[in-house]
């Protein structure tokens, strides 16, 4: 059943980790989120975005969350992670980045707060860290393939932040739905691209409640999570060595996924890619979500 404005929102707990002795794992419990659509246009949608939304003709969207290894609530690397063997010495020799990188996330998204069919520019910024997994020459099974954890880095701290339908008259802003996301996934350095790449997201009237999983309106009454919305999706990008940075992002979120982390199946058990639009256009009623492209260099 789609969940809107109620949905329990919670911090993805996927994908950020260090690899244990010589082994950990980058394989997950769910399905792929971009399913393609079987040949009578039935119920199965990827998670692609058309090409009004952006190119992503060399982005593998497929997901299989996570790295397994101590997490703290938040998502980010517990503190005895790193006294595990073969873990960090805080360097990194690979072609890839570690660090911190910034850019910017673009789009449109309807929502039950702004009628049916009526979609509203959608804008932040992203900021992100990538650290490896583990130190070189410990392996890493990252989709079903082992690899040396040094080519693997996890996203640290991703999140994503702006004001969607924020109007602007010169330099003042008002207006608009304050907004806030969680992103999580890996960096295949091997194959230069995004692996697991996830978004869960808050959306407000009013401001967003410290900790981003909800709105400050109203919070609490009915057991609600205040006056807004809550949606989750893929994220999927390729990276450019030269100039060190994510390109080609796409982003598909649907209000059907609100609380899902990733791992888990759809709201009927079914597999995550049934509830995104392949188009990356959502209409409403019972169907409302957002899609666009973003970006983040070192």
């Not at 792929?32 to 952006?54: K, L, N, P």
């Not at 295949?188 to 808050?202: E, P, S």
Request: glycine share 18%.
């Amino acid at each position: 059943m789609l969940r809107t404005n109620v949905a329990a929102y919670g911090f993805a707990l996927l994908l950020l980790a260090a690899c244990s002795g010589t082994n950990a794992t980058v394989d997950g419990g769910h399905d792929e989120a971009s399913t393609v659509a079987d040949a009578d246009g039935g119920a199965s949608r990827s998670a692609s975005t058309d090409a009004s939304i952006g190119d992503e003709s060399s982005v593998d969207a497929s997901i299989e969350p996570s790295i397994d290894a101590p997490m703290d609530a938040t998502g980010n690397v517990g503190a005895d992670a790193g006294s595990q063997d073969g873990a960090l010495d805080g360097s990194y020799a690979g072609p890839c980045s570690a660090g911190v990188y910034a850019g910017t996330l673009a789009g449109t998204y309807t929502s039950h707060l702004t009628g049916v069919g009526i979609p509203i520019p959608f804008d932040g910024d992203v900021t992100l860290t990538l650290d490896p997994a583990g130190a070189a020459g410990t392996t890493c099974m990252l989709q079903g393939v082992s690899k040396d954890c040094g080519d693997v880095l996890t996203v640290h701290g991703g999140k994503i932040s702006g004001t969607a339908d924020e109007a602007r008259s010169g330099d003042a802003t008002f207006g608009g739905f304050p907004f806030f996301c969680a992103m999580t996934g890996a960096l295949d350095c091997d194959a230069r691209k995004l692996v697991a790449g996830w978004m869960q997201c808050t959306y407000c009237i009013g401001p967003v409640a410290d900790g981003g999983a909800s709105c400050s309106l109203l919070s609490g009454v009915g057991g609600s999570t205040g006056v807004g919305g809550h949606f989750a999706g893929p994220m999927t990008a390729s990276y450019d060595v030269a100039t060190k940075a994510f390109v080609m992002g796409t982003w598909n979120g649907a209000e059907a996924l609100a609380g899902n982390d990733g791992t888990m199946p759809g709201p009927d058990g079914g597999p995550i890619s049934t509830y995104l639009s392949d188009s990356g256009l959502y209409l409403g009623p019972n169907d409302y979500g957002g899609s666009g492209v973003w970006g983040a260099s070192f």
